[in-house]
């Protein structure tokens, strides 16, 4: 890069994930000058998802976007897989609302979406700087002016903060809070090729359609998380995702280790089978919500993405992306507005965290701000899988005798003492 | 049952681009912090393990970049930076 430090740009987005390429489509749509910073060789060289984006909240945001975005398989088929050690439950969930267009949600892989956006962001007139990592922030006076980025001093109105969960430039401005490791899980995952009509026949799948497998209990041998499988075009994304507080304690068990037996369990092997693993990754997922997240802005800059700590587990669903897109929108709309005002002080950039409290954004942060706690009950993980198993193993089984009665059989289980307590999961449950 | 995958055989099948540094090391004279025995059972890529000695050890070949073990360890024991710019590990799918 040459010598930009008389260069001014409106605006330099520090990571061209989803948070930072939202942001600089929005704003270059705008006839802004931006800059995104991207330390990877491409945008989504670094990046990672579970594999599934829901499209409903953030559709009307970018409304040219959707119709040739690189998505894998529109999710149509929903299962959830309890496992116990040596048996499991699986409720699935099939309905025409979740096949008929708009889709809900898409099952996705970031190296080729991130690429895709990054290139509708520069079509729009961003400029976008690969290999590129930023190093420092220039603060004067309390008012961040730019970037420090490979020993160059690269200045703007106002920096966006989309670096990721672990986000060193929003600490770099004092606006994290102290991390603290209850406050996030790490997910990691396979992609696995396999023959694309293998695949739907396997599957049930009829043309584009998806499915979407979630698994919880032993595959995290009882700890806080669970194991997911999306269908993409030719190929599963399959992997865990744990707290990882819930890794350092007992039971002691590799996190590496984990994915081995989940790979090994029989309900997964099937599925697996003949496929090839092409690609092993790793992602921190920031779930501690509104009570994690720091600031959201502050003098010449703004936070968006999981940078700010937009990811949620509310057990069913584990969200991020749409929270990353439409909090990068957020953000390019503050910059817009403080652009007229010219006020590029905290108080101009304060737009930001109005737009975002109007919004799906922090609506829901708000209203699941209980559900990390809620979720993260040891027995959830370990005694109610194995509960439900023997429940349906006792109810299934004829043996050689004379079956026993259903309800005695059932009751055996269900003494006073677990139904209390399950009353209390109940009461927890509910401020979900 | 399908054969099991060793780590290292998987990370192989990553995209890896050196740097010209480490972009994690243990701070001198932290190598026994026992903050540090967490890093062994959470890293997905299985690079800490203890030495005999009880000293702990990272081999940063195959970091995903993830920065689980800067989250449960801290940064009194760790010093971490990303790889950078154009290096580490580069997703081809994510």
Known sequence: MENQSSEQFDTIIVGGGLAGLAAAYTLASAGMEVLVLERGDYCGAKNVTGGRMYVNPIRDLFPDLWSKA???????????????????????????ELNEEPYQSYSILRGKFDKWLAKQAERKGAMLVSKSRVDDLIIEHGQVLGVMAGGEELRANVVIACD????????????????????????????????????????????????????????TAGKFGGGFLYTNQAS????????????????????PELMDSFKQR??????????????YSAH??????????????????LVAGDAAGFSMNIGVTVRGMEYALASG????????????????????????????????????????????????????FTHYPELAGNIMKDLYEVPAGPKPRLYPTIKQYLSMKEIWSMVQVGRRMMKI | MSEVMGLKAKLGLDVFKEDSEFHIKI???????IRLKKAILVCPAGLYSEKENGEVVISVDGCLECGTCLIACGAEVLEWHYPSGGSGVQFRFG
């Open chain 1, 329 to 380: 929108y957020y953000a390019a709309q503050a910059v817009i507005q403080a652009k007229e005002k010219n006020d590029f002080t905290k108080s101009g950039l304060s737009i930001y965290e109005k737009l975002l409290n109007d919004s799906f954004v922090l609506k829901d942060f708000k209203n699941f701000k209980e559900s990390l706690e809620v979720l993260e009950y040891p027995q959830l």
């Open chain 1, 70 to 96: 690189p998505l894998e398989r529109h999710i149509a088929h929903e299962e959830i897989c309890i496992i116990d050690k040596k048996r499991s439950i699986t409720v699935r969930y099939d309905g025409s």
């Open chain 1, 236 to 255: 599963l994304s399959l992997g865990i995702v744990v707290g990882i507080d819930a890794l350092t304690h007992e039971p002691e068990i590799k996190a």
């Open chain 1, 266 to 279: 029989p309900e997964i092997a099937r599925l697996i089978k003949g496929g090839e693993t092409v690609e």
């Open chain 1, 284 to 301: 921190v997922i920031p779930e501690g919500g509104l009570k994690a997240m720091g600031q959201l802005y502050g003098d010449g800059i």
């Open chain 1, 164 to 219: 990721g969960a672990l986000s060193f430039t929003a600490q770099k401005a004092g606006l994290q809070k102290p991390v603290q490791s209850k406050n996030f899980a790490v997910g990691f995952k396979e992609i696995i090729e396999i023959d694309r009509d293998v695949l739907e026949n396997r599957f049930n799948l009829e043309g584009n359609e998806g499915a979407a497998r979630l698994f919880m209990g032993d595959v």
């Open chain 2, 27 to 33: 701070k001198e004279g932290q190598a026994r912090d």
